[in-house]
Structures are given as structure tokens and as C-alpha cells.
């Protein structure tokens, strides 16, 4: 998979960024920064920033005995093939990424907002995609929306955003293949539960 280059802040960049959230609080900011896998910015100086994911290695089944979900017998074959199937360990770890990344590119309507409360120059944003205007949303939907201003993309950022979520998509799953070299699936761990309870 290609990645579009864009620009990618410095980790001082980054650092001053989160200080504008958490001021005098250098765990906090040092937290963010580490935690952050990815990060553009924005036309406007405005960073937006991706997390890194973690890998789950714990897949629980349910079933039901009064027909509410699966049955036991499909929850036992569904646990058997978690436990045992690289493939299924792949596809739970990186189905999600994959999906932000067809949103980004799909959708009708994006904006960003001021990430942080406590950030009030907006140096760290959050992004927000719609099937439809904020405005409509608001008005006719009553959606619950960010308190904080939106601001819709222009398509230089919606690129560079879009580019964002292609790197992290492809280092998540490099992360995941880099795990499964290493462990394989003997870490991982499958239950079942009866949710009639």
C-alpha cells in the first residue's frame, strides 16, 4: 500500500501541541506523545493525530440457550477457530484500522474539532465524519455532536488526513504481523459465556 507523504510533526512539535491540553502537566503530555502513532499537520497548524492500537489477544463467545444470540454448539466452533486460526487472529486486529481508513476516504462530510478541553487554541484536533452536513445532523436528527466548534476539511487536509489513516493502517498491520512471528497464537486466550444471565 502506497502512502501519500504529508507533514508529519516533530516530536517537539508534537509535545508543545499536547502542552496547550495539559499545561504544566509533563506525565500527561509525555503520555499523549507516546501514545500517539501517527499524527499530520493541518493546513491551519492544527495537529491531528491517530493512537497506536493495541493487539487483542482475548476473544470471548457468547451464546444462548433461548435463542437470543448463537448457540452453544456455533459459540464452541467460532472459540475453536479463534484459537487456532491465524487468519481470524488478523482479521480481529486490523478490520477496525481498515475501516477508518474506507470512512476517511468515503465520507461526505468531515470535520475537526479542538480534541481537548483544556486546549484552547486548538492545536490538537479530532476528526468528525458524517453521512450528512452538521447542520442537517443537528437540526434533524438531533445528533449528538462535539461541543467544540466544527470546522469542515478542506481537500488539502482531507488528503493529508486520508494519508494519515493509509500509514496507520499499515503499521498496525505490520505490528500485527511482527507479533505473530514472534508469539504466533500461543498467547491467546477464548471463552465462552451464556448471556441468557
Given at each position: 500500500?502506497e502512502?501519500?507523504?504529508?507533514n508529519k510533526p516533530t516530536k517537539?512539535q508534537?509535545?508543545a501541541a499536547?502542552?496547550h491540553?495539559?499545561?504544566?502537566?509533563?506525565?500527561m503530555?509525555?503520555?499523549?506523545v507516546?501514545?500517539t502513532?501517527?499524527a499530520v499537520i493541518?493546513?491551519n497548524?492544527a495537529i491531528f493525530?491517530?493512537?497506536?492500537?493495541?493487539i487483542?489477544t482475548?476473544?470471548c463467545f457468547?451464546?444462548?440457550?433461548?435463542g437470543q444470540?448463537a448457540?452453544?454448539?456455533?459459540a464452541e466452533?467460532?472459540e475453536?477457530?479463534a484459537?487456532?486460526s491465524?487468519?481470524?487472529?488478523r482479521a480481529?486486529?486490523t478490520?477496525e484500522?481498515?475501516?477508518?481508513l474506507?470512512?476517511?476516504?468515503?465520507t461526505?462530510?468531515m470535520y475537526?474539532?479542538?480534541?481537548?478541553?483544556?486546549?484552547n487554541?486548538g492545536?490538537?484536533?479530532?476528526?468528525?465524519?458524517?453521512?450528512?452536513?452538521?447542520?442537517?445532523?443537528r437540526?434533524y436528527?438531533?445528533?449528538?455532536?462535539?461541543?467544540?466548534?466544527?470546522?469542515p476539511?478542506?481537500?488539502?487536509?482531507?488528503?493529508a488526513?486520508?494519508?494519515?489513516?493509509?500509514?496507520h493502517h499499515r503499521k498496525h498491520?505490520?505490528k500485527?504481523?511482527?507479533?505473530l512471528?514472534r508469539y504466533?497464537?500461543?498467547k491467546?486466550?477464548?471463552?465462552?459465556?451464556?448471556?441468557?444471565?
Amino acid at each position: 500500500m502506497e502512502t501519500t507523504n504529508f507533514n508529519k510533526p516533530t516530536k517537539e512539535q508534537l509535545t508543545a501541541a499536547f502542552a496547550h491540553a495539559w499545561g504544566d502537566d509533563k506525565h500527561m503530555t509525555d503520555y499523549c506523545v507516546k501514545k500517539t502513532d501517527t499524527a499530520v499537520i493541518l493546513s491551519n497548524g492544527a495537529i491531528f493525530t491517530i493512537n497506536k492500537r493495541e493487539i487483542n489477544t482475548r476473544f470471548c463467545f457468547g451464546y444462548s440457550t433461548c435463542g437470543q444470540g448463537a448457540e452453544y454448539e456455533e459459540a464452541e466452533s467460532t472459540e475453536r477457530r479463534a484459537a487456532k486460526s491465524v487468519d481470524y487472529f488478523r482479521a480481529k486486529n486490523t478490520t477496525e484500522s481498515a475501516e477508518e481508513l474506507e470512512r476517511a476516504k468515503n465520507t461526505p462530510y468531515m470535520y475537526t474539532y479542538t480534541h481537548y478541553i483544556g486546549d484552547n487554541v486548538g492545536a490538537v484536533v479530532s476528526v468528525l465524519m458524517l453521512d450528512e452536513s452538521a447542520e442537517y445532523c443537528r437540526e434533524y436528527h438531533r445528533h449528538r455532536l462535539p461541543n467544540s466548534e466544527l470546522h469542515p476539511v478542506s481537500d488539502a487536509d482531507r488528503a493529508a488526513i486520508i494519508a494519515a489513516y493509509e500509514e496507520h493502517h499499515r503499521k498496525h498491520c505490520k505490528k500485527v504481523e511482527t507479533y505473530l512471528k514472534r508469539y504466533g497464537l500461543s498467547k491467546v486466550k477464548t471463552w465462552k459465556y451464556w448471556v441468557d444471565e
